[in-house]
């Protein structure tokens, strides 16, 4: 028994941890594919397509499956349309907000997805409030830090921790136009990363509501990824107006787009899906900061980027407010079912137990890429 306990704790744990590489392994292989001249208009369009033709494959068999699911209404249509479009203006702020900055900085900032997220619940009153209550305050209190520590990261950069193995750049000129470009750059990349981590908790938002009324999570996954392809290939020819930037040469500008479409909008969707079933969705949330310290790693080996002292200190102060954020909401989720468990019910009453019931079913189903 404590053998298969183990196994059943292993798996989810190196599953997540792999799904945090290959999530970081994207943004190193862009970053890379992108100093090879590799249009991130055509990346975005390209990754989508490939993802849409892998979960192509095992469709049928799930198709067969889901006879006892509802119907595809105009409605839920609608709304995984509008999955596709949420998820597509994310990567194109997201790509263009990495190419101005680092893998590093950019894993940093998407750990204020989880305070975004409480923001934007109590906006559209899907989150109730309540100031004496400790699960509150530590929510809004991580909420605060973190994006604090976001502001460190995209307005200070700080003295250089880890120097740059690719170009050893002389003593910038005090008020260089060059050095003066270069802060603007990193000011703005990181703002877009910002914005990107701003519309993922809408994406979250409606994806639950989806998958709440279609209990699928291949076919919306799928429908998701078809939805995306429609509309980034037509948005991204309008931007990329060049056709010779769509043509794909067979280096690693082809093995990041394969790999961005096969791991990262695909499989990485998919396993996350899984894990939220498995352990819910504070475990999973648990190995998002981890991609900080793998992307610095990733970053310093592969791409030779410099590390700088105000990534770092708004990295831990963010990853601070990410687990003060979760602790507030792990330690609601715990009150909850500490009421649901005192419930009393009478001996010949049973309509409560479909509201008791109701309650205990209740999941939040979300994806990270």
């Not at 409605?75 to 702020?93: D, K, M, Y």
């Not at 910038?172 to 270069?182: A, D, V, Y």
């Not at 877009?192 to 701003?198: G, S």
């Amino acid at each position: 028994m404590a053998g298969r306990h183990c196994y059943k704790d292993v798996i989810p744990f190196t599953a997540m941890v792999a799904m945090e590489c290959s999530n970081v392994g994207v943004s190193v292989l862009f970053k890379a594919a992108t100093q090879m001249g590799l249009s991130y208009y055509v990346f975005i369009a390209y990754s989508y397509v490939i993802s849409t033709l892998v979960l192509l494959l095992p469709l049928p068999f799930f198709f067969k499956r889901s006879r006892g699911l509802p119907p595809l209404n105009v409605s839920l249509i609608f709304r995984i349309f509008l999955l596709g479009v949420l998820g597509v203006v994310a990567q194109l702020f997201g790509y263009k907000g990495l190419q101005y900055t680092t893998p590093t900085l950019s894993s940093a900032l998407t750990n204020l997805i989880p305070a975004f997220t409480f923001i934007l619940a109590i906006f559209f009153r899907m989150e109730k409030v309540n100031i004496r209550s400790k699960s509150t305050q530590a929510k809004i209190l991580g909420s605060t830090i973190s994006i604090l520590g976001a502001l460190i990261v995209v307005l200070y950069k700080g003295p250089t921790i880890i120097p740059s193995s690719i170009q050893p750049s002389p003593p910038p000129i005090l008020n260089s136009p060059i050095s003066s470009t270069s802060e603007s750059n990193w000011v703005l990349g990181g703002s877009l990363i910002v914005i990107e981590a701003l519309i993922i908790p809408i994406w979250y938002i409606v994806q639950t509501n989806v998958i709440k009324q279609y209990p699928s999570e291949i076919i919306v996954v799928f429908l998701y990824n078809l939805c995306g392809t429609l509309v980034s290939v037509p948005v991204c020819l309008l931007l990329e107006s060049n056709l010779s930037a769509w043509k794909i040469n067979h280096d690693i500008t082809l093995f990041s787009i394969l790999y961005s479409g096969i791991f990262c909008t695909g499989l990485s969707s998919l396993v996350h899906t899984w894990g939220l079933h498995v352990k819910g969705p504070v475990y999973i949330s648990l190995f998002k900061p981890l991609s900080i310290a793998i992307a610095a790693s990733f970053s310093a080996i592969f791409l030779g980027d410099a590390l700088y002292f105000g990534t770092v200190v708004g990295a831990v102060i963010i990853s601070i407010g990410f687990y003060a954020v979760l602790w507030g909401k792990s330690k609601e989720e715990l009150n909850e079912d500490f009421d649901i468990g005192r419930v009393s019910l009478p001996s010949n009453t049973k309509t409560p137990l479909l509201k008791v019931s109701n309650v205990v079913d209740r999941g939040i189903t979300h994806n990270d890429c």
